[in-house]
């Protein structure tokens, strides 16, 4: 018999269905069930490729005891963290105060008017290293409602008082100069780790948007360790068992400082972000590896994560069934023995594969199998022969029993892949990717934006093109204009400028506090315990600094005053976390630069039918300067007819050829006609 969650759009709520767990979704009626009947609330925060939250389902959710002590003592709440991660950081910011530290799945135990008291992680089916039994902590809160109640309401008011007062302070530092970026790569220069790239220990997690700061930062500044240490950190990773070797791809971190052994799910906003840094490390540098990877990862992500309706799923689970012995494990799919090898390739090609791949008789994983990696100390051999043997196990992993997929589209991460996809099809003339890139941005119109007056909105997630009840948060605003403003500089087509201007708007109008510091939710959003405020880039970038760079992009292609001041006011907490905590403000560090820079503006104006102008184009796109702003198209007129972006007004054709111009700080370079001189004024390299 199913419970409440068998109508959710939710891929994870719905693995929750057949739970004996009488699950609720999060709603009014589940706080006012609770309220009827006296009890506290339990509430599960996971989401679909959690390996742990599997576990513990598997463990105690899918127990006929512990479900039926939950349904007698608690109203259960199931929530999917993608889907609301309002819900979810007002509690992890709880977990982390009370207990020091966080994770999925988040188990915490409310009174009915949801203020926490009691809070945890994974708990095991029995006491193990330390850690209660999760039956023993279901007695033990029932036993404390029961008969300690009004000192469980104590401590919940008080944890609520304690997250109230941790309101910040950063919208009035002043947005950051040299000196703070300069100081933020001080601090990153001493948290990395020079032998095996990135920051900081194990587990390591790709760091995305720090080395999308460290790339603007040379372009800027000319800093070679900046350069550097972007360049060998991509490396390494795509040589770490944490890149897919055969399929392309990252997953969501490597449990070891080398990159050798990954936490083998497949996130879209990793794979969006890394395929974007990818793609401007070879702008900058014209690495080979660097095309390879951004390329691969494209392909990826259309490949596996592309849905029938044109978006892109949310993740890849890390388990899957191992064929010999049925059992859900980590790193099934895409593990490898040196028998495995032989089986597919037979012993010649096996040996080589072994040789090239790293794969050894000890395994570098689990039971003796091995994660592919491209040592460093690698045989030299044929590319053509290295191309074969992939191919060959490429398809021999695709008999494998495939891990799941979270078919949801999330706007947010959407508009991650949106710009990903968009600059790699024009830098490596790939129409088709483009041409996907504009196919999700048609989604995210169609179904997830709701333009109706007075209560226009942007929906956070849907499924199978059925848009989900949830309001999107300010990444969500602040990523898909960002992925709109990219679209719009690659194809010369303004309708996605206009509409990251409605997205913009609506961060202006119901995300902005008065002292210019930004809220997660709008003004009109559910009201929880705490209106959520994180200016902190977590594995995507926060919607703070992701709002930040699309009202410094759009004052840049429209000349508003107003989304520039916000931009900047927006920075502030650059200003303030910056040179202290670099690792954890990486895009707002990354937006900081493009600020310093201008953004430049760089208007190529002439006839689509001239190939002259595709030649201006394309040295506009693959200027290195910080945040540029690219508008392309047909002169626009003093009146406002013509050409569709603002900075095409009143510029003229230098001797009736195609022509573009830079502009920066109310100062503009002279018009040119030659891509050179263009690529020059934009301090790109000419890969």
């Known amino acids: 018999m199913s419970n409440r969650l068998a109508h959710e759009t939710s891929p994870y709520l719905l693995q929750h269905a057949d739970n004996p767990v009488d699950w609720w979704p999060w709603s ?30 598997h463990e105690s959710f899918e127990d006929g005891p512990a479900a039926a002590y939950m349904n007698e003592h608690f109203v259960n709440i199931k929530v999917d963290r993608e889907e609301r991660p309002d819900v979810d950081a007002v509690y992890m910011e709880a977990v982390q105060a009370a207990t020091g530290q966080g994770g999925w799945p988040m188990t915490v135990f409310l009174t009915p008017d949801a203020e926490p008291f009691y809070f945890g ?43 109230a007062g941790r309101q910040l302070d950063y919208g009035k530092a002043g947005a950051p100069g040299p000196e703070e970026l300069a100081g933020a790569l001080l601090g990153l220069t001493r948290e990395y780790d020079a ?44 040589r770490g068992g944490i890149y897919d070797q055969l399929g392309g791809g990252f997953a969501r971190y490597s449990v070891d400082r080398e990159w050798t052994v990954p936490h083998f799910e497949k996130m879209l906003y990793d794979n969006a972000l890394l395929c974007r840094v990818y793609a401007h490390l070879w702008r900058a540098t014209g690495s080979d590896l660097a095309r390879r990877v951004a390329l691969e990862t494209a392909d990826f992500m259309v490949r596996e994560l592309r849905t029938a309706e044109g978006g892109f799923a949310s993740a890849l689970d890390a388990d899957s069934e ?37 794969v050894t008789d ?19 051999v044929d590319a053509g022969a290295i191309a074969r043997i992939r191919g060959r196990l490429l398809a021999a992993r695709a008999e494998r029993p495939a891990p799941g997929r979270d078919d949801k589209v999330v706007a947010a991460w959407n508009g991650l892949a949106i710009a990903a996809l968009a600059e790699c099809g024009a830098y490596f003339d790939r129409p088709d990717l483009v041409e996907r890139a504009t196919e999700a941005a048609d989604l995210l119109v169609r179904v997830h934006f709701d333009a109706a007056a007075g209560r226009a909105r942007l929906a956070r997630t849907s499924k199978d093109g059925r848009v989900g009840a949830n309001a999107g948060v300010l990444e969500d605003y602040g990523d898909v204009a960002e992925g709109f403003l990219a679209l719009a500089a690659v194809t010369g087509e303004g309708v996605w400028l206009e509409f990251a201007g409605f997205l913009v708007d609506l961060v202006l109008d119901r995300f902005t506090a008065e002292d210019g510091s930004l809220y997660d939710t709008a003004h009109d959003a559910e009201q929880l315990i705490r209106r959520p405020q994180d200016p902190t880039d ?64 760089v208007a190529v104006v002439g006839d689509p039918e001239d190939p002259a102008l595709a030649g201006l184009h394309r040295a506009a796109l693959l200027g290195t300067a910080p945040g540029a702003v690219v508008a392309v198209g047909l002169p626009r007129a003093a009146d406002g007819s013509g050409g569709e972006f603002p900075l095409l007004a009143e510029r003229t054709l230098v001797h009736d050829r195609p022509t573009a111009y830079v502009c920066r700080h109310f100062v503009c370079a002279r018009p040119t006609t030659d891509p050179v001189e263009l690529a020059d004024q934009l301090g790109a390299v000419h890969p």
């Open 28 to 57: 009014p009626e589940a706080f006012a069930q609770a309220r009827e009947r006296g009890v506290p609330v339990l509430l599960s925060v996971g989401y679909s490729s959690c390996h742990w939250c599997h576990v513990m389902a």
């Open 121 to 163: 992680t994974y708990f095991p089916p029995e006491p193990r290293h330390g850690m209660p039994s999760f039956m023993e902590v279901l007695e033990g809160v029932h036993t404390a409602w029961v008969g300690r109640r009004e000192e469980v309401a104590e401590v919940a008011q008080r944890i609520v008082r304690d997250l």
């Open 195 to 238: 032998v095996r790239g990135g920051f900081g220990g194990a587990p390591k997690f790709p760091p995305s948007m720090v080395l999308e700061f460290l790339l603007r930062h040379h372009a800027r500044t000319g800093a070679e360790g900046a350069l550097q240490m972007a360049a060998d950190t991509c490396e390494a990773m795509a």
């Open 322 to 358: 191992d064929p010999q012995t049925g059992e859900h494990v980590e790193g099934a799919y895409y593990a490898w023995t040196p028998a495995q090898l032989t089986e597919v390739l037979g012993a010649d090609d096996a040996a080589l594969a072994a040789a090239y791949f790293g």
């Open 362 to 380: 000890e395994g570098t994983f689990e039971h003796g199998t091995s994660v592919l990696q491209l040592p460093q100390d690698g045989p030299v």
């Open 538 to 601: 977590t594995a995507a970038p926060s919607g703070w600094t992701a709002a930040a760079g699309a009202l410094l992009s759009y004052a840049a292609h429209t000349g508003s005053e107003a989304h520039r001041t916000a931009a900047e006011r927006a920075l502030g907490v650059v200003h303030a976390l910056g040179p202290r905590v670099p690792r954890f403000i990486g895009h707002g560090l990354a937006v900081a630069e493009a600020l310093l820079d201008g953004p430049r503006e």
